[in-house]
Nanobody, 119 residues
Framework: QVQLVESGGGLVQAGGSLKLSCVAS????????MNWFRQAPGKERQRVVG????????YYADSVKGRFTISRDNAKNTVYLQMNSLKPEDTAVYYC????????????WGQGTQVTVSS
């Protein structure tokens, strides 16, 4: 069973940066599309960014364009989410997910990491 483990969350002031990591238990990062979702309290889970397995296609939600960047290190079996210029509304639990195609369905999920942005 593939496992995805996120890390890097924490508390940061508005305008600050965080870099999340998602490590896979098997070498799927290079063969799957990787996505980051987030879910704030009382809200639905939202797809934030995505990266196709070839790297040719990306997806960025309008709310994070120009601030968030997804990247991948196949050798480390890790996908990253660099988050800059963070806003209080970015506060959420962030999840990574793997899928055969960037649009889903999503086959594997991590357990999530909390990101809290203070004003």
């Amino acid at each position: 069973q593939v496992q995805l483990v996120e890390s890097g969350g924490g508390l940061v002031q508005a305008g600050g940066s965080l870099k999340l990591s998602c490590v896979a238990s098997e070498r799927i990062i290079s063969r799957y599309a990787m996505n980051w979702f987030r879910q704030a309290p009382g809200k639905e889970r939202q797809r934030v960014v995505g990266l196709s397995w070839t790297g040719a296609r990306t997806y960025y939600a309008d709310s994070v364009k120009g601030r968030f960047t997804i990247s991948r290190d196949n050798a480390k079996n890790t996908v990253y989410l660099q988050m800059n210029s963070l806003k209080p509304e970015d506060t959420a639990v962030y999840y990574c997910a793997a899928s055969r195609v960037i649009e889903g369905p999503y086959d594997y999920w991590g357990q999530g990491t909390q990101v809290t942005v203070s004003s």
